[in-house]
């Protein structure tokens, strides 16, 4: 007695695997943000106020800036 599998189980094999594959990518990436906010977190917590403020943040915004790295806060205060 012998089994065979039919094409329609391997094309639902392909997309399973897409999703596996997509939600993995979406898990290595988001592992990989959250890395560099807490390397920019530590390296900001390591100043002292004088250097804080030379580049423009108190410790009260380390968060914020951790968190929108977009952000350059050099340049919001800057502007004003």
């Given at each position: ?8 189980g391997l094309g ?27 390397k920019v977190r ?7 106020d004088h250097d ?29």
């Amino acid at each position: 007695m012998s089994t065979t599998y039919g094409a329609p189980g391997l094309g639902q094999t392909a997309g399973s695997t897409q999703r596996v594959s997509s939600f993995i990518r979406g898990y290595w990436d988001a592992f990989q943000e959250r890395r560099k906010r807490a390397k920019v977190r530590a390296a900001l917590y390591g100043l002292k106020d004088h250097d804080l403020k030379d580049i423009g943040i108190s410790y009260g915004e380390i968060e914020y800036v951790a968190l929108h790295r977009e952000i350059d806060p050099r340049g919001i205060r800057s502007a004003r």
